[in-house]
């Protein structure tokens, strides 16, 4: 379903960088009006780590849908 209020690609990376802050991420946004979230990893991260970071991205990503969902006209 579509959110009651319309929601930009912007505000959908601004969510995602914040919820990924929260859990300990540090993410960046960029690209075309800042709808991208970008990662920088060094270039002698572990593997370890890279999984660690992209669990939290996926958590973050799906915090931030099941927010926007809740957000949905009855």
Do not use: F, K, M, S
């Not at 690609?9 to 946004?29: D, S, T, W």
């Not at 660690?52 to 915090?63: N, P």
């Amino acid at each position: 379903g579509l959110p009651a209020v319309p929601v930009t690609a912007h505000e959908v990376a601004v969510r995602v960088q914040h919820a990924a802050l929260q859990r300990g991420l540090i993410v960046e946004i960029g690209g075309r009006e800042d709808r991208v979230v970008r990662l920088l990893p060094p270039l002698n991260v572990t593997r370890r780590t890279t999984g660690e970071a992209l669990a939290i991205i996926t958590q973050a990503v799906h915090a931030v849908d099941a927010e926007l969902a809740g957000a949905v006209r009855t």
